[in-house]
Nanobody, 121 residues
Framework: QVQLLESGGGLVQAGGSLRLSCGTS????????MGWFRQTPGKEREFVAS????????FYANSVKGRFTISRHRAANTVYLQMNSLNPEDTAVYYC??????????????WGKGTQVTVSS
């Protein structure tokens, strides 16, 4: 079982930055494919970014490409989401997720409880 714990959310003005962190508990978590998702009330959860367990290839949603950066610190079992140039449309609960395979068909099976990000205009 992998436990995920997000932190770093908060309130920021439009144009500002935040860095989210996701700590993992599993000793082999360095091989996990890690992702960030977000959800607003009444909407489906949407993919934001991911980083492969093998090789570190990253993927981003078009809405955040060029503004958000996902990275991982393997020794610390932590994944980060650096969010720059935030706008009110980025307001959501952000969730960290993990899966043991980089296969795109493999769904994320481990989820954190989420951290709220609010961007004021």
């Amino acid at each position: 079982q992998v436990q995920l714990l997000e932190s770093g959310g908060g309130l920021v003005q439009a144009g500002g930055s935040l860095r989210l962190s996701c700590g993992t508990s599993h000793r082999t978590s360095t091989n996990l494919n890690m992702g960030w998702f977000r959800q607003t009330p009444g909407k489906e959860r949407e993919f934001v970014a991911s980083i492969a367990g093998s090789g570190g290839t990253t993927f981003y949603a078009n809405s955040v490409k060029g503004r958000f950066t996902i990275s991982r610190h393997r020794a610390a079992n932590t994944v980060y989401l650096q969010m720059n140039s935030l706008n009110p449309e980025d307001t959501a609960v952000y969730y960290c997720a993990a899966k043991p395979s980089d296969d795109i068909q493999y769904e994320y099976v481990y989820w954190g409880k989420g951290t709220q990000v609010t961007v004021s205009s």
